[in-house]
């Protein structure tokens, strides 16, 4: 696992690329990631349930309301706004990271959860927080309110922190290159493309 020292080190040598990077956000073994301005919710009352083999999150129409640009999907809203947003118990969200990334072969990352944030009930990545080496992209936050209590929550603020690995060896096929990966050049708060795996 990386050291400060190390993950400014990466940073310098291009093997790690974060924008912006902001070297106040390292940590002792970590970086400070900042939530983004897009949030994707789920339209709960318009669908039963999600069949994973035929789930294709397909964009509709877009309007604006307000400060929020709402982009409809079949299955999802996607909000980009500056405006603070409401988590509420029981609640399911995609989110962004205000930070772009790219890991070169040697190098995978992983998502971890701040310790203010999950004392207050809120996770930030429920199962998918790894990436692997060759991986170029937005961090997408699976993020869910376990508490009993609305969690109000703030564009740019601190909400996670990535954590670096070096590989022993770099990787003979990187995530950008390999046949089936799904979140090449991920966008920010992308939907799932869990159908791909029955093709």
Same mark, same amino acid.
């Given at each position: 696992?990386?050291?400060?020292? *190390? %993950? +400014?080190?990466?940073?310098?040598?291009?093997?790690? /690329?974060? @924008?912006?990077?902001? !070297?106040?956000?390292?940590?002792?073994?970590?970086?400070?990631?900042?939530?983004?301005?897009?949030?994707?919710?789920?339209?709960?009352?318009?669908?039963?349930?999600? *069949? %994973? +083999?035929?789930?294709?999150?397909?964009?509709?129409? /877009?309007? @604006?309301?307000?400060? !929020?640009?709402?982009?409809?999907?079949?299955?999802?809203?996607?909000?980009?706004?500056?405006?603070?947003?409401?988590?509420?118990?029981?609640?399911?969200?995609?989110? *962004?990271?205000?930070?772009?990334?790219?890991?070169?072969?040697?190098?995978?990352?992983?998502?971890?959860?701040?310790?203010?944030?999950?004392?207050?009930?809120?996770?930030?990545?429920?199962?998918?927080?790894?990436?692997?080496?060759?991986?170029?992209?937005?961090?997408?936050?699976?993020?869910?309110?376990?508490?009993?209590?609305?969690?109000?929550?703030?564009?740019?603020?601190?909400?996670?922190?990535?954590?670096?690995?070096?590989?022993?060896?770099?990787?003979?096929?990187?995530?950008?290159?390999?046949?089936?990966?799904?979140?090449?050049?991920?966008?920010?708060?992308?939907?799932?493309?869990?159908?791909?795996?029955?093709?």
């Amino acid at each position: 696992m990386l050291s400060d020292a *190390d %993950i +400014k080190k990466a940073i310098k040598n291009k093997e790690i /690329i974060i @924008k912006p990077f902001k !070297k106040e956000q390292v940590g002792p073994a970590s970086y400070d990631l900042l939530l983004g301005n897009k949030i994707r919710l789920f339209k709960s009352t318009e669908h039963a349930c999600i *069949d %994973i +083999k035929n789930y294709e999150d397909t964009f509709r129409y /877009i309007h @604006k309301y307000k400060n !929020k640009i709402i982009e409809h999907y079949t299955y999802t809203d996607l909000i980009t706004s500056k405006d603070p947003f409401v988590l509420h118990p029981g609640e399911f969200v995609l989110c *962004d990271t205000m930070e772009y990334f790219e890991f070169s072969k040697n190098f995978a990352g992983q998502i971890m959860g701040r310790s203010s944030i999950g004392r207050l009930g809120v996770i930030v990545h429920a199962t998918a927080g790894f990436f692997d080496p060759g991986f170029k992209g937005f961090g997408t936050l699976e993020m869910a309110n376990l508490g009993k209590i609305s969690v109000k929550l703030y564009p740019g603020m601190k909400i996670a922190q990535m954590g670096f690995y070096k590989l022993e060896n770099p990787c003979e096929i990187s995530y950008d290159i390999r046949k089936g990966s799904k979140y090449v050049k991920n966008n920010q708060a992308a939907s799932s493309k869990i159908m791909q795996d029955f093709k």
